[in-house]
């Protein structure tokens, strides 16, 4: 069973989200859950994204997330083996993927832009 969570529960949460534009989140941290498949329909996220220490998550998927005004980690995650980011084209800050030791498939946008370093390492797929 597969049990998706979407970034507009979690910004309900957090009360960032507006109806009139484009569906934006100051941070998005997602930490120590069991849950499967992460992913939504955010365009923007302004602030870090942090995916860290999960042990149930397989798949991140943000099909539609554009721009990220912060660092993204995605740490640690046990069973994570997909990371799809397929239109994010600029990152406001390094790129962390580590320590996934499932991890098989990563998918971010061609010419992304990142305004720091990525650091890739101990995962899987190397």
């Given at each position: 069973?597969?049990?998706?969570?979407?970034?507009?529960?979690?910004?309900?949460?957090?009360?960032f989200y507006t109806q009139a534009e484009?569906?934006?989140?100051?941070?998005?941290?997602?930490?120590?859950?069991?849950?499967?498949?992460?992913?939504?329909?955010?365009?923007?996220?302004?602030?870090?994204?942090?995916?860290?220490?999960?042990?149930?998550?397989?798949?991140?998927?943000?099909?539609?997330?554009?721009?990220?005004?912060?660092?993204i980690y995605i740490v640690n995650n046990?069973?994570?083996?997909?990371?799809?980011?397929?239109?994010?084209?600029?990152?406001?800050?390094?790129?962390?993927?580590?320590?996934?030791?499932?991890?098989?498939?990563?998918?971010?946008?061609?010419d992304m832009y990142v305004n720091g370093?990525?650091?890739?390492?101990?995962?899987?797929?190397?």
């Amino acid at each position: 069973m597969h049990l998706k969570i979407s970034l507009l529960l979690v910004l309900s949460l957090f009360s960032f989200y507006t109806q009139a534009e484009p569906l934006q989140a100051n941070q998005l941290r997602i930490q120590n859950k069991t849950i499967n498949e992460l992913g939504d329909s955010s365009v923007a996220i302004n602030g870090p994204i942090y995916i860290v220490s999960n042990r149930s998550v397989a798949t991140v998927n943000f099909p539609n997330l554009e721009y990220v005004n912060g660092p993204i980690y995605i740490v640690n995650n046990l069973k994570l083996t997909k990371v799809y980011f397929p239109k994010l084209k600029f990152v406001n800050g390094p790129i962390y993927v580590s320590y996934n030791s499932s991890l098989k498939v990563i998918n971010f946008y061609r010419d992304m832009y990142v305004n720091g370093p990525v650091y890739y390492y101990m995962n899987k797929n190397e």
